[in-house]
């Protein structure tokens, strides 16, 4: 018969060695989904209602700011592991603000496209502005968990449950966070470069 302590073992090593891999499966299908939008984003280039545009100026702000948000998580996790935890704590901090900058350039470059009269619906709206707010709005949602899966990284290094030799949960956050980030580099430069 197998204690509970022994069981409780099995289970926490059960669920750190399936944690990692059910990221990343959901991460494929994030990957899918967006692969066919922008697929569909392609096609639909050849109808003859389709408007070419220059991207909105905040849409750049906002890819150097999820670009400075990637690092310093990067750099938040390396000085956690050489145990430095106040400095790892206040680059979280630092990544979550970065974060909530880019999704406020979002909205800005939203309301620059509307500015110039371009809309995701209704009787003005064109089926290009449509994808590209579709699918900027669609990654926005996503970062948006990713903001909710920082947070959780912050409460969690308040009660110290990260150590240099114990940090899962750090690790998948930052996966999930330099995914969304590397997301939303290939979205920018597909809709910079395909027009």
Known sequence: ??????????????????????????????????????????ISMKRDDWVSFDLPDSFFISTVLIVASSITLFLSQKLLKQNKRQLSLILVVVTLLLGIGFVWQQYVGFNQLKSVGLFF???????????????????????????????????????????????LGFELGAIFWHFVDILWIYLFFFFYFIK
């Not at 059960?14 to 494929?28: D, E, G």
């Not at 709206?125 to 920082?150: C, E, K, P, Q, Y």
């Open 121 to 167: 619906t209704g009787p003005e709206s064109t089926v290009s502005t449509s994808f590209i707010i579709g699918i900027t709005f669609m990654h926005v949602i996503h970062l948006l968990a990713g903001l909710i899966v920082l947070l959780v990284v912050i409460y969690n290094h308040f009660k110290y449950k990260y150590k240099s030799d114990d940090m």
């Open 1 to 42: 018969m197998i204690d509970k302590q022994t069981l409780q073992a099995e289970l926490t090593t059960a669920k750190k060695k399936s944690a990692k891999p059910m990221l990343w499966v959901s991460m494929i299908s994030m990957v899918m989904f967006f692969a066919g939008l922008t697929s569909a984003y392609v």
